[in-house]
């Protein structure tokens, strides 16, 4: 694994860069640097993709010559923590319908980057809405559905898009890992043992690389590229990214990592307000599920509050907003929008907007590179002409990397 | 039914005697009236369940016996909500067996202790009109209800002049109904499935308008008696249609038949708002966060808010709920708002645009003296997405109040906050809205 990502990410670096203009500066009447006080009159200087200068207009000078866009607020580039743009198409018809592969219940070898259509129109409709990153990938419904990618909602092949190409692995666990046609898993308890015998495949998998590494590699076990992934994520290089709603569904994902010690991520969680606790007591992030969520009727999610967000944030516990999966319409939903029907319900302005930048950067482990505006990192930047979450206020551009990438008015 | 009627009218001046004790004027609030000005420093006097006065607080005379209700600096009075379209109740129309189904009624499957009900007064939805799903041509009767205090549907259904419970057809074009036979297969079987319907039933009305006794009369078929109901006037159209040229058809059809129709959600109205507006159609708008999920909402776009409302056509703006949840209607007027539609039509949108077109126009829709005292206290301008619904109030009764905790529990969600199948009503009588829908 390891090999191949490194072997990735030479590729990505060549290709990643391509040689137009980088160079811009916002001027914004508001700027939320999402780090640090917002800045009335602010600047952020943009030159080859990365911020050179933030600061108030007072103090930074933008270089003679340089484009310069005005906007009365401008944000970091929003990130959509979770989602499957790019692999759940607009038309949802089933040839634009790579999110989920139903043919088995564990599939950790299946890779976003195979599947992911930089052109598909939700992602041109997100950016247009200010959300330059997107964790992205497989979706929730087996047990493991396959991996997820990060990417910039920009360029014209996957290539160029991408700038984590393997990060995690997509898993299920509740009513979603047993909602196909096949016998097995038939139930939680069996989903769960199945779950456990792969990952316990994965640790001798892994124990008879080491012990052939030791002599002349002969011995070495046949290359598997699912337990290679499952090995990734036991050496703790790739999380767990767990789509989890009902209260003892979330104990058991839990439990599962206590058990073989991976990096979990819990995504969707509608009960986790029931379990502050032990959710707080474990150090494990949530990608809390979309404000909007249709949770309603049976459904393992009928207990979602919109407080959660706010309940979560109190207890001091990570926390980001995603899309998530959308079955039917709206295809995709905006983190944007997700956020501010947050403010009704107990979470402040400041707070909202981390959900969306700042803090899925951490959760996710990007926070070196976007999330916030601060010299070195990507000139990622989403331009308002109001409060950014007002209904009523438009997204009037968004700029990746120093290009502007999205003119129309949202 | 006369003796339900007495008994009604009995307990009825039960509540309007304690009620006349309380008399309720409410000030200080921002009062937008919808039919003039916004009142900055407004009272809003309710009497015996009905609007007594409106106007600024130095022009309205408060009765003495009245009890003040003093509201802080900021709050919003606005009339209460009308949604045009709506799956609460977890209501089924037609079912699988064929495509055009005006018997059904919508009546004989509402929930009336759903929690959707709750969630709708949440929102400050105060009327509905609940619809069947949109898988069939026809899928049945809809019904128009008042979020009234009730323990069955007819406690909560609004009245035709002669006391059946009041409602409209449902009809669909487009993608949805298209199905394995005998569901038509492509747009141009559906439109003739509908025209031999509507043909067969004018011939039934003739049929009886002729006949000279009893003995001369059709025996009694529920399907075309419904769709003479069309036919005669009395029962509008809801007619789903996203795509410009199905919403065309649909034109085409009630031109043919005379109906009286409401074109709903028209993903695609922007393209044709001017042909809409000059065929004199009103429309009950969806706005969604995105375009797509199936093909005939590919094209969907907010901007058919302002195209339609520059084109001059009446427009209203509904939930769909469960597609959106009618907890956060407010925001959907906003998001037209936003798309470049004026702040009074969003506000007509979702009041008086909307209660026009289900006829309960003279009932509801705004804050004129007279009419039901059906009205939302908010936080705050109700295009703030930082505005919550305070209260509820339908005849002068709060059916909501956010400092109620049971009400808050439905307001936010959480444990045991919905009623078991809230949220179903979208999902009954096989229509194409699974969860998984893929390929619908």
Known sequence: ?410 | MKLLLSVVLLSGLVVSMSSIAETRAFVGARVIPIDGQEIADGVLVVEDGRIRAVGARADVRIPRAAAIVELEPGTVIMPGIVDTHSHVGEVAGADRSGPIQPEARVLDSFNVRSSGIKRALAGGITSVNVMPGSGHLVSGQTLYLKLREGSAVTDLAYRFDDGAPAGGLKMANGTNSRRDAPFPGTRAKSAALVRASYIKAREYADKIERAENEDDKPPRDLGLEALVEVLAGKRVVHFHSHRHDDLLTAIRLRDEFGFRMVLHHTSEAWRVADEIAAADVPVSLILIDSPGGKLEALYLDARSAPALEQAGAKVAFHTDDWITDSRYFLRMAAMGVRAGMSREAALLAMTQAGADMLDLGERVGSLSPGKDADFVILSGDPFSVYTRVLETWVEGERRFDLDDAADRLVAEGGFNALSDGDGAGHLHGQGPHTLTGAGQ
């Open chain 1, 1 to 410: 694994m390891k090999i191949i990502s490194s072997s990735l990410s030479i590729f990505f670096l060549i290709v990643s860069f391509p040689t137009a203009a980088q160079d811009i500066a916002v001027r914004a009447g508001v700027l939320y640097t999402g780090a640090g006080q917002a800045i009335e009159n602010g600047v952020v200087v943009i030159a080859d993709g990365l911020v050179t200068a933030v600061g108030p207009a007072s103090e930074v000078s933008i270089p003679e010559g340089m484009q310069v866009i005005d906007a009365a607020v401008a944000t970091p580039g929003l990130i959509d923590a979770r989602s499957t743009l790019g692999l759940s198409g607009a038309m949802n018809q089933p040839n634009d319908q790579d999110q989920l592969e139903r043919s088995a219940a564990i599939q950790p070898e299946l890779r976003a980057i195979d599947a992911y259509n930089p052109r598909e129109r939700l992602i041109e409709w997100v950016r247009e809405h200010g959300v330059t990153t997107v964790h992205a990938g497989h979706g929730p419904g087996e047990i493991i559905s396959g991996q997820t990618l990060i990417a910039k909602t920009s360029g014209d092949t996957v290539e160029q898009a991408v700038f984590e190409p393997a990060y995690a692995v997509s898993a299920t666990l509740g009513e979603g890992a047993t909602g196909h046609s096949r016998s097995s898993p038939g139930n939680r308890s069996k989903a769960v043992a199945m779950l456990r015998e792969q990952l316990i495949k994965a640790q001798a998998y892994r124990t008879g690389l080491e012990t052939a590494a030791g002599d002349d590699e002969k011995s070495a076990p046949d290359r598997d590229l699912g337990l290679e992934t499952l090995v990734a994520v036991l050496d703790g290089k790739m999380p767990m990214v767990i789509e989890v709603n009902r209260h003892n569904d979330i104990m058991t994902a839990l439990r599962l990592a206590d058990e073989f010690g991976f990096g979990l991520i819990l995504a969707g969680a509608s009960d986790a307000h029931l379990l502050i606790e032990p959710i707080k007591a474990a150090g494990v992030p949530v990608i809390l599920h979309p404000t909007m969520i249709r949770g309603w009727g049976n459904a393992e999610t009928s207990h979602f509050s919109f407080t959660t967000a706010a309940r979560l944030l109190e207890a001091g516990i990570p926390v980001a907003l995603q899309s998530g999966y959308e079955g039917y319409v709206p295809k995709t939903r905006v983190v944007l929008f997700e956020a501010a029907m947050l403010l009704g319900y107990g979470v402040s302005f400041e707070q909202a907007l981390d959900l969306v930048t700042a803090a899925p950067a951490k959760i996710l482990g990007i926070d070196d590179r976007v999330g916030s505006l601060e010299v070195g990192k990507h000139g990622d930047v989403a331009l308002f002409d109001g409060d950014p979450f007002e209904f009523t206020s438009h997204v009037i551009g968004t700029v990746i990397e120093g290009r502007r990438v999205s003119e129309s008015v949202r």
